[in-house]
């Protein structure tokens, strides 16, 4: 590729996941959010979930923007004390998905709907079934959640719901190594570990 | 010295506690921190803090202010005069919303700060209880770091991490909101342990050799070299470090406003101040130079001017601690990662031994020219009203260099920056990312108390001291000895300055009347003159140095006097003008 496409490329809006790992700590979603907020970027999405190793969260933040940017907040996100680390990846570097929640009536669609067709094609499942009303579950990118939306309308969708964009990053090494690292790395010669530090369920509850 | 048996038997027996409140446990912390003076303002919430502080006279110096924002004010100019973490305390609510100012300026000029504000009792948090703010989040986008603290057994720890966290890495403020039961709580308190080390947090990014090579490649392959510093090397304590790499380079060196005095002004090497009021030869020569090398500084838009104008020609060589700042502004083509206490002695290793005489000749020629056409008149007026310029002069040939210079926002402290002379680091104190107009008064308490034994100086203009001339207050009670410069020009003079330049003279809401400064000083007990010929400012300040004890002279100077050069908003730096 030419410097100008790759300029070009760079100056280009698109779609970024943000992965952070953060210590679970109160407050920490505040001091994120607002690294976009003064900037005036929307976040599009945003999940929050514990991560496989304990007392560390994950986040995944979706948000339209150009590469230039997100290297810029990549560096203000870990320059807060209580994050240990941000990745950001264009679609193409991740798996991602979305789960959606459809509740809709249930003497309609047994009555109209083939239900059975309606589940296949649609990749979903039943979650719940009541007399007065059905809960459907899928999950996938935005355009087949959506997908089902449009089919669900017509028979009288009560409550739809979605969920943050959930992505895993194709080439990343999975974190447990990276923070065994962070725990080595650094304190100089005299380290005194502070003895709070490593039971900080014990004395950083609230 | 004990034995190692018996240091056996110390460590096989359970850990000693006593019974303390938080509270107690707090000042306890503070002690093992080496904390000597604290500024605050009590209140309702922080009440059992103060309750034990006054057991504590002794062995903690606490100087009660007379407003909240000066309190972290004089914080700032403590750490700023001594390299220490300055500690702040104050009370829930107003109390608390008061310092935001002063943590915001912390934050920006990179300041250490602990500040500790108390919270309402933590049953009624969220309750909109009396006196309840939510400071965590308000003080969010200031800090570095902040904790709300309602158990009394978090004390210790969160004290020790605030103060790790505030003076590691690239320095800054942090925050501790105690809830006024843990400040009550009795609890079993096992001593004090420093933190020096968090998983999350790296202070510091470790040091990559290849870029150390590469910089040093091109500094020494470089025709026209430019050094700019900034206020990492007094952060980093690297001014031994910086002059070495200076003087084996023989490259001539700028500085932004924070950044003064980390070698001396009258340096061989040294040609001035960077950016919209800094000289001339630095400014244009930004333009002309191939290897640019930038030290702990991050190329704020007052230094750099029009962005897409600014050092395109050169190849630029960025050392910083913080990974944030490296291609925030301005791309780096080598960046150098890391502590410069411990890059530049790398790097200077690495460079060759030059000098730079023709290259180090234009920048003395820009210096002529500026000379002969801004700085003589400045400096030197034998007719027409008094010049700010001409007292800072007479100031340094009075303090030689030796005093600190603590300075409002404003014309003023464009003048005091850009004329002040330093002979070392941590001579000048300011206000310069936030430009907070009232931080020279407070800053001056704290800088004092940080230095006890320099001269104070406090340069403030009219407006700016109006905004926190309360302080005279702090001054009288607790004896500090500062001498306050005001140079009255009856104006807000950047202000009216830029309204005469910009806004065709339309001068709005510019024109500030004043109280009579002298007899304020008074009221307090504060000697104080008012200068108003050229044949008195040397002896005014004269009188002023020699006083015993605080003063204040009040120098009236030109009213409609422009601060020359500039580089005007939206230009580039080489578009600088004297007029």
């Known amino acids: 590729m030419s410097d100008a496409q790759n300029i070009e490329l760079a100056n280009a809006k698109q779609e970024y996941t943000i992965t952070v790992y953060t210590e679970n700590q109160i407050g920490i979603l505040n001091r994120i959010a607002i690294i976009f907020s003064r900037r005036k970027i929307n976040i599009?999405?945003?999940?929050?979930?514990?991560?496989?190793?304990?007392?560390?969260?994950?986040?995944?933040?979706?948000?339209?923007?150009?590469?230039?940017?997100l290297r810029k907040l990549a560096k203000q996100i870990e320059k807060q004390i209580d994050v240990l680390k941000v990745y950001y990846n264009t679609n193409d570097d991740i798996i991602w998905q979305e789960l959606a929640l459809y509740k809709v009536p249930t003497d309609v669609v047994a009555e109209k709907v083939f239900v059975e067709r309606l589940l296949r094609e649609n990749g979903a499942r039943v979650v719940v079934i009541?007399?007065?009303y059905t809960v459907f579950e899928t999950t996938g990118h935005r355009s087949e959640t959506d997908?089902?939306?449009?089919?669900?309308?017509?028979?009288?969708?009560?409550?739809?719901?979605?969920?943050?964009?959930?992505?895993?990053?194709k080439d990343s090494e999975g974190f447990n190594s990276k923070l065994r690292e962070f725990e080595r790395l650094e304190p100089g010669q005299e380290v005194i570990e502070n003895e709070f530090l490593d039971k900080e369920k014990d004395v950083f509850t609230m | 010295m004990e034995t190692v048996q018996e240091e056996a038997t110390t460590l096989a027996q359970p850990k000693k506690t006593t019974t303390v409140s938080g509270a107690v446990a707090l000042l306890e912390g503070l002690i093992a921190e080496g904390t000597e003076v604290i500024f605050g303002y009590p209140g309702g919430a922080i009440m059992p803090i103060y309750d034990a502080i006054y057991d504590y006279k002794e062995k903690l110096n606490h100087i009660l202010v007379r407003h909240e924002q000066c309190a972290a004010h004089a914080a700032q100019g403590f750490a700023r005069s001594s390299g220490k973490v300055g500690v702040v305390f104050a009370t829930s609510g107003p109390g608390a919303t008061n310092l935001v100012t002063g943590i915001a300026d912390a934050q920006i000029d990179s300041t250490p700060l602990v500040c500790i504000t108390a919270q309402v009792f933590a049953t009624l948090l969220g309750t909109d209880a009396f006196q309840e703010t939510d400071i965590i989040n308000i003080s969010a986008p200031v800090t570095k770091w902040s904790y709300q603290v309602t158990d009394a057994s978090e004390i210790p720890a969160a004290l020790a991490k605030a103060f790790y966290i505030a003076r590691s890495g690239r320095p800054?403020?942090?925050?501790?909101?105690?809830?006024?039961?843990?400040?009550?709580?009795?609890?079993?308190?096992?001593?004090?342990?420093?933190?020096?080390?968090?998983?999350?947090y790296r202070p510091k990014p470790i040091v990559r050799n290849e870029y150390i090579e590469q910089a040093a490649a091109l500094i020494n392959s470089a025709k026209k070299p430019f050094i700019l510093f900034g206020q990492g090397v007094i952060l980093g304590a690297a001014e031994q470090e910086f002059k070495a790499f200076v003087e084996k380079s023989g490259i001539p060196a700028a500085w932004t406003i924070l950044g003064a005095g980390a070698i001396p002004t009258d340096h061989p090497l040294n040609v001035g101040m960077l950016g919209m009021h800094g000289n001339y030869g630095p400014n244009v020569q930004t333009n002309s130079c191939d290897v640019m090398i930038a030290?702990?500084?991050?190329?704020?838009?007052?230094?750099?001017?029009?962005?897409?104008?600014?050092?395109?020609?050169?190849?630029?060589?960025?050392?910083?601690?913080?990974?944030?700042?490296?291609?925030?502004?301005?791309?780096?083509?080598?960046?150098?990662?890391?502590?410069c206490k411990e890059t530049l002695p790398l790097l200077t290793n690495l460079i060759t031994e030059r000098k730079h005489d023709s290259w180090l000749a234009e920048f003395k020629a820009f210096e002529k020219i500026e000379e002969e056409e801004l700085i003589r008149k400045e400096l030197e007026p034998q007719t027409g009203e008094l010049t700010m310029g001409e007292v800072i002069n007479q100031l340094n040939l009075l303090t030689k260099g030796e005093a600190i210079i603590v300075s409002d926002v404003g014309q003023h402290q464009m003048i005091a920056c850009r004329y002040g002379k330093l002979n070392t680091s941590r001579l000048s104190v300011t206000s310069g990312g936030l430009g907070t107009m009232g931080f020279g008064l407070p800053a001056a308490i704290g800088a004092k108390l940080g230095a006890p034994n320099?001269?104070?100086?406090?340069?403030?203009?009219?407006?700016?001291?109006?905004?926190?001339l309360q302080e005279l207050g702090t001054i009288m009670q607790f004896g500090v000895d500062v001498k306050i410069l005001i140079l009255n020009n009856q104006f807000l003079g950047m202000v009216r300055q830029w309204q005469d330049l910009f806004n065709e003279k339309r001068y709005s809401f510019v024109d500030i009347t004043s109280p009579d400064f002298v007899k304020l000083a008074d009221s307090y007990s504060i000697a104080g003159r008012k200068v108003t010929e050229r044949e008195k400012i040397v002896e005014g300040l004269q009188e002023?140095?020699?006083?015993?004890?605080?003063?204040?002279?009040?120098?009236?100077?030109?009213?409609e006097d422009n601060v020359f050069p500039m580089v005007p908003q939206g230009s580039s730096v080489s578009e600088i003008r004297f007029k």
């Open chain 2, 544 to 559: 002023m140095l020699n006083h015993p004890g605080s003063f204040l002279l009040e120098v009236m100077v030109g009213k």
């Open chain 2, 172 to 200: 800054g403020p942090v925050l501790i909101d105690i809830t006024k039961n843990a400040q009550i709580q009795l609890f079993e308190y096992e001593g004090y342990t420093p933190c020096n080390h968090i998983r999350s």
């Open chain 2, 454 to 468: 320099r001269t104070v100086v406090a340069v403030i203009g009219d407006g700016g001291f109006q905004m926190t």
């Open chain 2, 295 to 339: 030290v702990g500084m991050r190329f704020d838009d007052r230094v750099t001017g029009r962005l897409d104008k600014y050092a395109k020609q050169a190849k630029v060589v960025h050392l910083d601690i913080d990974p944030a700042e490296i291609d925030k502004n301005v791309k780096a083509d080598v960046p150098v990662w890391g502590d």
């Open chain 1, 147 to 169: 997908k089902l939306i449009e089919v669900l309308q017509p028979y009288g969708l009560i409550e739809f719901v979605r969920s943050a964009r959930v992505a895993i990053i």
């Open chain 1, 44 to 69: 599009e999405s945003l999940n929050v979930s514990p991560s496989e190793i304990e007392h560390i969260h994950r986040f995944n933040i979706l948000i339209t923007e150009t590469e230039e940017v």
């Open chain 1, 130 to 132: 009541r007399k007065d």
